[in-house]
């Protein structure tokens, strides 16, 4: 079993639409990490949480350590927002070593 | 800033040629990073450099793979000989790490084809 879980694997929706994608992780970490990938290939650092929740325009990232559960929304979500998005947790105890999800990969229809 | 610079954006070469990547850190930064992602593998660590240091290089695959760091603004991730199943996009990203809290920045990558 992955350390660090994603779904779906696949997400198409119609604009507009309130977007979640979840994480989860199996092993003590010091910090999550949501990061967008487009597909152009270049990848973009979103948030970065150790606990509650945060807010950056129309996305919403929350976390909850006990449940070792991540959450990223997207509100009114666009075309623009097509893209890969990545959880990766920092183990507990290490400074840099990430262990990565899958990613998931979201279509938003016009 | 600029960013982090990669080059080349895209290099095709044939197998057992030698390739040399290369990548300047955002000004300021003291750790390093390259990745290596595939469909298969998803985003492999390859390479950590702290301060210049290679700290962890346990993702390095072989030894065909070597990198270098020779001062703070430039680093470089060379395959010699190169296989096709090195094609991949390589990206290094840059941090400052002090603590815990950091983030990384990714540059744009290269995509290595290797025939």
């Known amino acids: 079993k992955n350390e660090v879980e994603q779904s779906p694997q696949n997400l198409t929706a119609q604009e507009g639409e309130f977007i979640t994608i979840n994480c989860s992780y199996s092993v003590g970490i010091s910090a999550l990490h949501w990061l967008q990938q487009h597909p152009g290939g270049g990848i973009v650092s979103l948030f970065m949480?150790?606990?509650?929740?945060k807010k950056h325009g129309r996305l919403i990232a929350t976390i909850n350590i006990q449940e070792k559960h991540s959450s990223l929304h997207i509100t009114a979500s666009h075309p623009r927002d097509s893209a890969v998005y990545i959880c990766a947790v920092r183990r507990a105890g290490s400074n840099y070593q990430l262990i990565w999800g899958a990613g998931t990969k979201l279509i938003i229809k016009p | 800033d600029a960013g982090v610079i990669q080059s080349p954006r895209h290099e095709v070469t044939e197998m057992g040629q030698e390739v040399t990547l290369r990548c300047k850190p955002i000004s300021g930064h003291n750790s390093l990073f390259w990745y290596r992602q595939t469909m298969m593998r998803g985003l492999e660590l390859l390479i950590y450099?702290?301060?210049?240091?290679?700290?962890?290089d346990s993702g390095m695959p072989e030894d065909r793979f070597s990198a270098k760091m020779p001062n703070a603004s430039f680093s470089t991730l060379k395959i010699q000989p190169s296989e096709p199943r090195d094609s991949a996009v390589y990206f290094c990203?840059?941090?400052?790490?002090?603590?815990?809290?950091?983030?990384?920045?990714f540059g744009p990558g290269t995509r290595l084809t290797v025939t």
């Open positions: 990203a840059s941090s400052f790490v002090a603590g815990i809290d950091y983030e990384q920045y």
């Open positions: 949480l150790s606990s509650g929740k």
């Open positions: 450099f702290n301060n210049n240091v290679p700290i962890d």
